[in-house]
């Protein structure tokens, strides 16, 4: 299995991802330099954390815009399985891979700390290896982390089924004290329509190792694996 | 002949002006006096420390480089070294607080990846005026943010630090940054020019007017003005620093260069004289070639500015081309702007014209030296003296329960989660100890070992006796350190003081140093670099003399890490080493009865080296489940802060009474909330007990089982007596909501 980890020169968790890939579930990983237009005949695509090109303007609003997504969205289209954690999710709101923003967190101040996410939907190839329902301790750490949609497109969300982690406290239940943004409907996590493409703040990539403090970002990393594997939940393998 | 005044402006007395003349056989012109007055500043010469900081110990088998470079380094193993050092922006961040702590962290980190080492942590020491005092709000608010803003950008994990506040940082605001990269020790890379005809490039960010005389602002003391030195604040880009940061270590890596240097402080000018004079070689450099933000610089502003997110470096001959490329890759242009040449000058053009020519070592090597004279400043005798019955026994103190909870909820003392929530402190997944819970430890991936670090200063001490308060900072950052599991191996120091012109802070300052080097030898610590900020006034009124001190250890196995924190009901709890109720200088004393008085505890150097090795010893042997060393608040405070994060795993203690005071109620407090040195609270598993206390008597360090965990109440006994008595909860909400509760306050 290959994972195939997006370097835009403002990456800063890009070593992160491809160390758990590569290090922790000893699969084969690579770095695509943001201005390649080739993804390197990966299976899997990881839109690392960071600030990707400074991030002055808007968080993810120039990487849209690097000749390497192109090959990405060709890749989404074609059903291939796309993660994009934290910065990489904003990026992905951005080119419209999936809908929503962010905007700063409610306090307007940046987090770091570990939260508590749920489950919503395993039928995406990134919680294919999850119990419904099941709670990860996983950290974030972001400024502008706070979803942001309008009521119609939440409605849709909930509808399709697309909101995949929301933000609860350990016994997994939605309150308000476990939201750390003030993200709406406490989304954590969405997919796009047709559940190829992933995106969450929370960081799976710092929760793969006990020495870290937590292993529960394992089985996200685990069940794009066992989804390829399988030929489960993506289209092309 | 240039004006008094010029030269005023300047900062240059009258005979480091005669001295600028000897030195080049006629009289400057205004450049050249520029780029003197910058390079001869306190900040950038360390002519009035110079002499003391001499006395250092700074060799050691593990010291592979020690200072002078830009920064230090050791070996930890495995072909690997570890770089690291301290800096101060405290004159930066108190004129404008987000932008100068920011470009600090960016200063301190292109320090570390100027020497070839990858960035991987950071830590910081603050100081403030009083939390409850106008503006202080508003400056920590500003600082933190600066520094989250530029280190969670960049990528690099800000894991540890320390804050205290102190009415006498009201004015003066100190920002200390550390930072610690990694390096194969083969690789190490550093600020040297030579190779006649070697090319001379300049990368990075353009040069604007921002910062000129920055490091001349930083050299004098602050008045009411201050506001209006704005302009010399400069503005940090984290994002063109990541791509130098990533560029540099690129080019690093192809083996093509001779040198290479940030432009810090006093810019272009520092960075090429320098490399030059490390080298013993010229330096020529044309600064119409120089990027510019802005039009119409003259060479005087643009050998001044300091811009941030600048470097230089030279490259080796027929190796340019690959230089210029692994820039051009992360859209940085290198550009040559000069060469290296034969004849030890910095020699300046502006589009072939020589605008200044200065012999390299006379603006670095042959700066002034002061010796300046010392003398005990005239308030020691009187707060030194410590009559506890008379000073603190006027009026009933609080209850000792009263008094652990205004010390926990004390916002030194009190928890710093609103501060370290918002740095990145897991980024690059290497932190194996979260911030809060003891020493920084990221693991070194690829191998077993983990690093500890911890950054410790106490200014009152120092206030009250600076030999002392330096050693016990040394003292302290090493036991942390040690707490965690590691072994100290180095040290960096920050020192925080006020105007060296005067006596009594240049007796401060040489006390301190001689605190340092003592404690620095005993504990086998070697000094590898720093960072000495003087003229910390505002209004001829000093901060407390302040030594920062930055220790490094190692762990052998990563996974023998240990925290403060208590695991489970049941273990039991020992003390190592001895309580002698020691109130002098302690949090205690301020918090409860507005005192700073007294002296600061004593310290037994052999002691406290032999308390860390035990320590060591026994997390090594995985025979103690955590470690607190008691510092602030003396061992209540300590126990106290084994209890908390741990879901409510409580304690019962029995601890010896002393009598220091006629009072019962403060031989209680002494008991409780005396400071003692080289203590350290352990807690065992039964089956293991016995083998700790013989492991403590083998190596001499007192130790003797106070109590044992579990239930949820903090229960302490003094002499017998029943002292503490209070609910972890409780305790662990005042202490862990004060600061927050504070903002929120400030925010309604």
Redesign the interface.
């Known amino acids: 299995m290959k994972f195939a980890v997006i370097v835009f020169p403002g990456s800063n968790c890009d070593h992160d991802a491809f160390h758990a890939a590569k290090d922790v579930l000893g699969q084969d990983a690579e770095y695509v330099w943001h201005k390649d237009e080739d993804l390197k005949g990966a299976d899997v695509v990881i839109l690392p954390g960071g600030f990707a090109h400074g991030d002055y303007l808007r968080t993810g609003a120039m990487a849209r815009f690097s000749p390497i997504m192109r090959e990405v969205q060709r890749f989404a289209a074609d059903g291939g399985p796309v993660l994009g954690i934290c910065n990489g999710f904003q990026v992905l709101l951005e080119a419209g891979l999936l809908p929503g923003a962010m905007l700063r967190n409610r306090d307007l101040k940046f987090h770091c700390e570990h939260v508590h996410i749920r489950v919503e939907q395993t039928d995406t190839p990134f919680t294919l290896a999850c119990r419904p329902g099941q709670v990860l301790r996983i950290p974030i750490a972001h400024g502008e982390g706070n979803y942001f949609a309008d009521p119609a497109v939440i409605a849709r969300l909930e509808a399709n089924r697309q909101i995949i982690f929301r933000y609860t406290d350990a016994a997994g239940r939605v309150i308000d004290a476990a939201n750390p943004n003030g993200s709406a409907a406490a989304i954590a996590g969405l997919c796009n329509e047709a559940r190829n493409v992933v995106g969450l703040m929370p960081h799976p990539e710092r929760a793969c190792e006990s020495v870290l403090g937590s292993t529960d970002g394992r089985v996200i990393f685990e069940s794009v694996v066992q989804s390829l594997k399988s030929g489960t939940l993506v289209a092309r393998a | 002949m240039i004006a008094q005044s010029v030269l005023e402006r300047h900062g240059l007395k009258p005979d480091e002006y005669e001295r600028i003349v000897t030195l080049l056989g006629r009289e400057p012109n205004l450049t050249e006096l520029g780029m003197f007055s910058v390079m001869w500043s306190e900040h950038c010469s360390y002519k009035s420390s110079r002499v003391h900081l001499k006395t250092l110990p700074t060799e050691g088998p593990q010291v592979l480089q020690g200072p002078g470079e830009n920064a230090g380094a050791i070996d930890i193993g495995d072909g690997l070294a570890a770089v690291f050092k301290i800096e101060s922006h405290n004159h930066p961040s108190f004129i404008e607080p987000y932008q100068g702590a920011a470009t600090g962290v960016g200063g301190i980190i292109r320090d570390i990846f100027t020497m070839g080492a990858r960035p991987i942590a950071l830590m910081n020491s603050l100081r403030f005026g009083d939390l409850d005092a106008p503006g202080t709000p508003r400056l920590l608010e500003g600082v933190v943010?600066g520094i989250?803003g530029y280190g969670?950008?960049?990528?690099i994990p800000t894991i540890a630090g320390e804050i205290a506040f102190e009415s006498a940082y009201a004015g003066n605001p100190l920002v200390n940054v550390f930072c610690l990269g990694i390096a194969k020790a083969s690789d190490i890379i550093k600020g040297v020019a030579s190779g006649v005809g070697n090319a001379v490039y300049y990368v990075g960010a353009k040069t604007g007017r921002d910062g000129i005389h920055g490091a001349t602002m930083a050299s004098a003391e602050f008045d009411d003005k201050s506001a209006e030195k704005r302009p010399a604040v400069q503005v940090g880009?984290?994002?063109?620093e990541?791509?130098l940061l990533?560029a540099c270590l690129e080019v690093m890596q192809t083996d093509a260069l001779i040198g290479i240097q940030d432009m810090g402080a006093a810019g272009l000018t520092c960075s090429t004289s320098e490399m030059g004079s490390r080298g013993g070689a010229g330096v020529e450099v044309d600064v119409a070639l120089v990027p510019q933000r802005e039009t119409g610089m003259t060479p005087y502003e643009i050998m001044l500015s300091e811009s941030q997110e600048r470097m230089l470096l030279v490259a080796k001959r027929g190796r340019e081309a690959e230089v210029e490329r692994a820039f051009e890759?992360?859209?940085l242009h290198a550009v040559r702007i000069g060469e290296v040449t034969s004849d030890g000058l910095l020699r300046v053009k502006a589009n072939g014209t020589v605008v200044a020519e200065i012999p390299n070592r006379a603006l670095t090597d042959e700066a002034p030296v002061y010796r300046r004279p010392t003398a005990p400043p005239e308030y020691l005798a009187d707060v030194q003296r410590l009559d506890l019955d008379a000073d603190a026994g006027r009026r009933p103190g609080p209850t000792a329960n009263g008094a652990l909870l205004a010390l926990l909820g004390s916002p030194t003392i009190a928890s710093k989660r609103w501060v370290?929530?918002?740095?990145?402190?897991?980024?690059?997944?290497n932190?194996?100890v979260?911030p809060g819970l003891g020493a920084g430890v990221v693991?070194i991936?690829g191998t077993d070992r983990a690093l500890a670090m911890a950054v410790d200063g106490n200014g009152r001490y120092c206030y009250l006796d600076p030999y002392r308060g330096a050693m016990l900072a040394v003292a302290e950052a090493a036991r942390n350190v040690a707490c965690a599991g590691a072994r100290p191996l180095a040290a960096t120091n920050c020192l925080n003081f006020g105007n060296p012109e005067r006596p009594a802070i240049m007796w401060q300052f040489a006390k301190a140093v001689e605190g340092i080097g003592a404690a620095c030898r005993a504990l086998a610590v070697p000094i590898t670099g720093g960072n000495v900020s003087l003229y910390n006034e505002t209004d001829g009124r000093a901060i407390y003399p302040t030594p920062v001190i930055g220790i490094v250890g190692l762990l052998e196995h990563?996974?023998r890490v240990v925290t403060r924190l208590f695991q489970r009901a049941g273990d039991v709890i020992v003390l190592l080493g001895e309580g002698r109720g020691e109130l002098g200088g302690s949090e205690y004393l301020k918090v409860a009865h507005g005192l700073v008085r007294g002296v600061p505890p004593a310290l037994d150097l052999e002691a406290e080296h032999a308390l860390q090795m035990l320590v060591l010893d026994l997390a090594e042997a995985r025979l103690i489940r955590s470690a607190n060393d008691c510092s602030d608040g003396g061992l209540a405070a300590a126990l106290a802060e084994c209890c908390f994060d741990t879901r409510g795993i409580g304690a019962e203690a029995s601890i010896d009474g002393v009598e220091v005071a006629r009072d019962p109620a403060l031989n209680l407090a002494a008991a409780l909330f005396g400071e003692s040195a080289s203590r350290v609270i352990v807690s065992v598993t039964t089956d293991v007990l016995t083998d700790v206390l013989a492991r403590a008597a083998k190596s001499g360090v007192p130790a003797r089982v106070i109590g044992q965990t579990g239930g949820n109440m903090l229960h302490i006994a003094a002499g017998g007596r029943t002292a503490i008595d209070i609910a972890v909860d409780d305790a662990e909400r005042i202490w862990g909501s004060a600061m927050t509760r504070y903002f929120r306050k400030q925010a309604a």
């Open positions: 943010s989250a969670n950008s960049i990528g880009d984290p994002f063109m990541k791509l990533e890759k992360w859209d370290y929530q918002q740095y990145d402190h897991m980024v690059r997944t932190t194996v979260l693991r991936k990563a996974d």
